[in-house]
């Protein structure tokens, strides 16, 4: 058996706190066969299921079915045995207690998965994937967890890894070797298979990005003055009635956040005060928490009344409402109450540089183009390559990029050839944190952590 974390035998039950039909204790490490047997009374075989009474000591407390996996066949390449009985919290508890009362300890929270990755069952990011696909809110972001459980992304990591590898050996022959051969550090191309994996790698990074905001999901805010349709579009989007509309300006005062869905993409679409001058101190509050609100978001939708406003006012009306707001943060105007103008209405597709969209919350009309511009300036487009990203992923990846440029900058300026091959070894460390070829133990425990207890 590979080497684990320890050698325990490890227990915890397998499905969700509550009731339900089925619930499942799983067990896993040297020795589980044997507790399986002496619960069931009976021998446990490989790939096969038997149908069974479950025993503490001469007495039945549960039946239902059990599987054996033997070593180096099982998820987390152990000795398996899983129990499925019926999905009482008591009745679980029972069994749980038994297990561990033949010998087994509880699991600490990922262990299994942890298990899995040490015993080389998987990778990090496929562990990693285990966990997002269990907690993703879309069908998107459950597909991308999936390829990444699959090895998508690894597999992508792995042959920059390599490659990075083998620049980094060249260089250090030449290093112990220096009479050999020499003149590959003035051959270009040399210079132009670094300056092919840095764009690799900048393709690669972007595709995380878009698996990072798919797993993590997007805040956008909406901003506009009082009675510029911020509720009616909210309600629009999220398909129920949510906020409360009405003709009275001010009538948002405190923030309103909706989870939904745009287009497979979680989002969190965050309702704000309008915003204006008041002497209203409660309104005064709603106005500083709008404005706080947007700053922290990924997105800003400014919702523009285009009934009520002059084209000729858009532009410093715009400017105004956004005069607190960070200028690094993507913003939409979205130009509202489109079925009130006539048919010479403005068409602009930009205002301050700002990309524009034409919609009537009231009739529903325009929404399908601005959820895909929604997704665009996020820069999501999901597709059969994205995979699930996290933050860690991206971090190391701009790190192997930071190396390998420094790295090419030696070659183009003839510089020291150690400093050349170290980078090169410090970028291929950062891409084998990725999948945890080289990851501190402090980093998995981490990662691990966040994961739920029988998983």
Known sequence: MSAGLTDDVIAAVATPAGQGGVGIVRVSGAGAQVIGQTICQKKLLPKTIIYTKFYSQNEVIDQGIVLFFQDGASFTGEEVVEFHGHGSPVVLQRLLDTVCHQ??????????????????????????????????????????????????????????????????????????????????????????KISQLIAQLEHLYRECQQGQRLNDGAAIAMLGAPNAGKSSLLNCLSGEET?????????????????????????????????????DEIEKIGVAKAIKQAKLADLILVIIDADQLPP???????????????PD???????????????????????????VFWISAKQ????????????????????????????????ALDDALHHLM????????????EIMAEELNLAHQSLGEIVGAVTPDDLLGRIFSEFCIGK
């Open 243 to 279: 906020a409360i509309v009405t003709d009275i300006p001010g009538t948002t005062r405190d923030l309103l956040k909706v989870d939904l869905l745009v287009k497979g993409m979680a989002v969190r679409l965050v309702d704000t005060a309008g915003l204006r001058d008041s002497d």
């Open 103 to 192: 010998g087994a300890r509880l699991a600490q929270p990922g262990e299994f998965s942890q298990r899995a990755f040490l015993n080389g069952k998987i990778d990090l990011t496929q562990a990693e994937a285990i966990a997002d696909l269990i907690s993703s809110t879309s069908v998107a972001a459950s597909k991308a967890a999936m390829r990444s459980l699959q090895g998508v992304f690894s597999q992508q990591i792995n042959q920059l890894a390599e490659s990075t590898a083998q620049l980094r050996m060249r260089v250090e022959a030449c290093i112990d070797f220096p009479d050999e051969d020499i003149e590959f550090l003035q051959d270009i191309e040399f210079e132009q």
């Open 406 to 417: 420094l790295s090419r900058k030696e070659i183009i300026g003839h510089q020291a050839i």
């Open 329 to 355: 943060i993507p913003i939409i105007i979205v130009m509202n109450k489109v079925d009130l103008l006539g048919p010479d209405r403005p068409v602009n597709s930009h205002i301050n540089e700002y990309p």
């Open 364 to 395: 529903s009309s325009g929404l399908e183009q601005l959820k895909d511009g929604i997704l665009q300036i996020l820069g999501v487009t999901p597709s059969e390559t994205i995979f699930i990203a996290r933050a860690r992923h991206l971090e």
């Open 312 to 326: 000729d006012e858009w532009e410093k009306h715009i400017s105004g409402l956004l005069i607190s707001i960070e």
